[in-house]
């Protein structure tokens, strides 16, 4: 008799027991869920996720890296997630900026390193449709690649004028013609250059040549060989600024 009350004691005490241990369990759960998101928020507060970004800026580029990290501010506010074809394009329709190379940290992929390569300027760039300089699309650069870049900002250059019309194709042919008509003509450098129905160029100190709209390199020529011969007869000083229009077929005109 006794025993069947010990089991029926024991059986009761073992029923009672199971809604505790399924209620210890609930709590373990809850409090390993409570101690996950406050670790999570903990590492997430200390920066862990924050996106880092070296910078590798050409010295040339007349850009800070304040100014360079504004432009690509509005992709980098989700931190979990760079996209870098975005931030590469945005970097690169930045006028003064050649070329961007992004790589990724291959463990870490909220860290990238940004190298900036900047435009090189071969010319200064006036458009001869521009009546001033002051409004936007007149004045700008053609790079050593014969591209031509607007920027918001004009740095002071020496380089070699270039006029023409906004015209890409004509601009990146005015860079070739500029190329081997410099090579003809060696030590004497290139001053401006336009570029318009006809061409003329400028010689330092302030000699103009008009080749007209063919046989340009025969007429460049044909100058050197008088420009030559007339500095044996007429004054450095006199020469220096005069206008050679070399369109005759036989000949030139000359004005002081």
């Not at 003809?184 to 000699?207: A, C, V, Y």
């Not at 060989?225 to 007869?233: G, N, R």
Request: aromatic fraction near 8%.
């Amino acid at each position: 008799m006794i025993k069947k009350r010990n089991s029926r004691y024991n059986k009761r005490k073992k029923l009672s027991a199971k809604p505790i241990k399924l209620l210890i369990k609930s709590l373990v759960v809850l409090i390993m869920l409570n101690l996950g998101a406050w670790g999570a928020k903990r590492v997430v507060n200390t920066g862990f996720f924050k996106a880092e970004i070296k910078w590798q800026i050409d010295n040339k580029l007349p850009m800070t890296q304040i100014m360079l990290e504004k432009s690509i501010h509005p992709l980098i506010k989700n931190e979990y997630q760079l996209n870098i074809n975005e931030i590469k394009q945005a970097l690169e329709n930045q006028p003064w900026i050649a070329k961007v190379s992004i790589t990724a940290d291959p463990l870490f992929f909220n860290r990238i390193k940004i190298n900036i390569d900047s435009q090189q300027i071969a010319m200064r760039w006036e458009n001869i449709d521009c009546k001033t300089n002051n409004k936007p699309n007149c004045t700008g650069y053609i790079s050593n690649n014969g591209e031509l870049f607007i920027p918001k900002k004009i740095t002071a250059s020496d380089v070699v004028l270039a006029r023409t019309k906004i015209d890409r194709e004509t601009i990146t042919l005015l860079y070739q013609n500029y190329q081997e008509y410099q090579k003809i003509t060696g030590e004497m450098l290139i001053k401006s250059f336009s570029k318009t129905h006809i061409e003329q160029l400028t010689f330092e100190p302030d000699i103009k040549v008009i080749l007209g709209y063919q046989q340009q390199q025969q007429r460049l020529v044909r100058f050197l060989k008088a420009y030559k011969e007339l500095k044996k007869k007429i004054s450095r000083k006199k020469l220096n600024k005069s206008t050679f229009d070399m369109r005759y077929p036989k000949g030139f005109t000359l004005k002081h």
